[in-house]
């Protein structure tokens, strides 16, 4: 008897434990699977070399001449892209972080003209000494 009193009063324990486990959940709202994020995988940035084919102010959006590519490609302005390409213009080469949204659209983050391939160092020419040739003095000077 002393043995099945035991074994009851081991169920309500568990069965009380139990209970406040659930209602600390449920008074917080949150659950065991709330409380474990998914660890979302960091963005991957890319820099493509372009020619800007237009920047289109209002729609926040720049259309590009890649070089891989032969088709213009429009994408998406960030807020700070959009303060980078405010002066910009068609024809100018420039260099375009771009990464994927949330919503798996490509959207340009920082726009810079690109670095000028030729060196603006110009080339220097190595000076001609110019020598003056001894002439043989005239039979009259001697």
Do not use: C, F, R, Y
Request: no cysteine; aromatic share 0%; hydrophobic share 40%.
């Amino acid at each position: 008897m002393k043995t099945m009193a035991l074994m009851i009063a081991g169920l309500l324990a568990a069965g009380v434990a139990s209970a406040q486990g659930t209602s600390t959940a449920a008074k917080t709202g949150k659950t065991t699977a709330e409380h474990k994020t998914a660890a979302k995988p960091a963005a991957k940035s890319e820099d493509w070399k372009a020619e800007v084919v237009s920047v289109d102010k209002d729609k926040k959006e720049i259309t590009l001449k890649l070089e891989s590519e032969s088709a213009p490609k429009t994408v998406a302005l960030s807020a700070a892209a959009a303060k980078e390409v405010a002066q910009m213009k068609a024809g100018e080469q420039v260099t375009v972080t771009v990464q994927q949204n949330e919503k798996g659209e490509t959207v340009a983050h920082h726009v810079k003209h690109a670095a000028s391939t030729k060196t603006a160092a110009v080339e220097k020419k190595p000076v001609e000494k110019k020598t003056t040739e001894k002439k043989p003095a005239s039979p009259a000077t001697k």
